[in-house]
C-alpha cells in the first residue's frame, strides 16, 4: 500500500517520459519494427472450425441441461475439478511459467501442468507462440484475437476465419527456443495429435462411467460443458479484459481491469496491469487472494521447494508508471503530491 496522504517526491520524478516499449522478455523493442495496422480485411470463413465449434456448444448446453436433471453429483463435481485443473494449467502453466518466464518450476511441477494444460486441450507449443505474438503486437492485424475488431471477434470469432497473414508472418518471427528444448513440453508436442484428446475428452469421459457408473450420455456431454465452459473463460481476457474496465497502470493501451474476468480466470483479469508489467508472477500488483487462486497455487509451490526465482515488480516503479500514463484512478495518483 502507498504511504498515506503523500508519496515520496522521487515517484514524481519523469512523470512525463514516454513509457518504455517492451517485449515478452522485457527487451526493448525496435522502433524499425512498428506493429501493424488493424485495417479492413475479407474474413475467409473455416467451416469445419465453425461446425466443430457449433456442435461443441450444443452439446454442452444439452450436459448443462443434464447436469441438474439426470447427471450424477459425482460426475458434476469431477467436471468442476477439471475445470480447475485445466484453468490452473493455462493460467500457472502455458501463461505465466512459459510464456512470461514470470518464475522457475522443478521438473515434477512442469509435468503436472502440463497434463493440466492438456485437460484444456491446449498445446504448449502452439500457446505461448501466439501470447508472445499477442504481447508484442496488442490491438492490431499482428494479434491472433485482435481486440480492436470488436467484443465477438476477440471473444471467439477469431476461430471462425483464417488467420490474419500478418498473425502468421509475426507468429514465425517469436523465440521459442526456450520452448522446443523444454523435454516435458515436447512430449506434449509430439504426441499433441492423441494426447490433448485423450487427455481432455476421452478419460474425463470414462472415468465417471468406470468409477460411479455414469452413463456415456451424461459423461460425453457434461465434459463438453466443462470444456466450452473453461474456453469462454479464456476468450473473457481476450474480449472483455481488453475492452472494458479502468487503465490505472496505462491509460493508451486497450487492456482493463476487470475483477469479473479475475473472479472466472482465477486471476487474469488485471489486464492493464499484465500488459503492463507482463513479467510479475501475480499478475497484478496487490497480488491478493480471493481474486487471484494462480497466485495462490504458485504460493504453494514454492512453499514445498517446486516454484522458485518468483518475479515481481517493486511499488516505486508501480506507483511511478502509474502516475506517468494511467488513467488517474490508481490510488496513488489520488493522493495530494508533495510540494
Not at 476477440?154 to 471462425?160: A, P, Q, V
Not at 516435458?184 to 499433441?192: D, G, I, N, S
Request: proline residues 5%.
Amino acid at each position: 500500500m502507498p504511504p498515506n496522504g503523500t508519496i515520496p517526491e522521487k515517484l514524481f520524478e519523469d512523470v512525463c517520459e514516454e513509457p518504455e516499449t517492451q517485449d515478452i522478455n522485457n527487451n526493448i523493442l525496435s522502433k524499425l519494427d512498428p506493429p501493424t495496422i488493424a485495417a479492413p480485411r475479407k474474413y475467409e470463413v473455416v467451416y469445419k472450425n465453425f461446425l466443430t465449434i457449433g456442435y461443441m456448444h450444443a452439446a454442452a448446453l444439452y450436459g448443462l441441461y443434464l447436469c441438474f436433471t439426470q447427471a450424477k453429483w459425482a460426475t458434476v463435481i469431477y467436471a468442476y475439478l477439471s475445470y480447475v485443473a485445466a484453468t490452473i494449467g493455462v493460467t500457472a502453466g502455458a501463461h505465466r511459467l512459459w510464456s512470461h518466464k514470470a518464475f522457475k518450476a522443478t521438473f515434477p511441477l512442469q509435468v503436472i501442468l502440463m497434463l493440466f494444460l492438456s485437460i484444456a486441450n491446449q498445446r504448449a507449443t502452439h500457446w505461448v507462440r501466439d501470447h508472445r505474438t499477442h504481447h508484442k503486437y496488442s490491438d492490431t492485424d499482428a494479434d491472433p484475437h485482435n481486440a480492436s475488431r470488436g467484443f465477438f471477434y476477440s471473444h471467439i470469432g477469431w476461430l471462425f476465419v483464417k488467420k490474419h497473414p500478418e498473425v502468421k508472418k509475426r507468429g514465425k518471427l517469436m523465440d521459442l527456443s526456450d520452448i522446443y528444448s523444454n523435454p516435458v513440453l515436447m512430449f506434449q508436442h509430439r504426441h499433441a495429435k492423441y494426447f490433448l484428446p485423450t487427455m481432455c475428452f476421452v478419460i474425463p469421459t470414462l472415468i465417471p462411467m468406470i468409477f460411479w457408473g455414469e452413463t456415456f450420455n451424461n459423461a460425453w456431454n457434461i465434459t463438453l460443458t466443462r470444456y466450452i465452459f473453461n474456453a469462454h473463460v479464456f476468450f473473457l481476457v481476450n474480449s472483455a479484459a481488453h475492452i472494458f474496465g479502468n487503465k490505472p497502470y496505462d491509460k493508451d493501451i486497450l487492456s482493463g481491469e476487470s475483477n469479473i474476468v479475475s473472479l472466472a480466470t482465477f486471476g487474469e483479469g488485471f489486464h492493464n496491469y499484465h500488459h503492463v508489467f507482463p513479467w510479475d508472477y501475480r499478475n497484478a500488483e496487490l497480488g491478493g487472494t480471493v481474486l487471484n487462486y494462480t497466485k495462490v497455487f504458485i504460493d504453494l509451490a514454492a512453499a514445498i521447494g517446486w516454484a522458485y526465482d518468483l518475479k515481481t515488480v517493486p511499488k516505486e516503479l508501480v506507483y511511478k508508471r502509474a502516475l506517468r500514463s494511467g488513467d488517474g484512478s490508481h490510488q496513488c495518483a489520488k493522493v495530494e503530491r508533495p510540494e
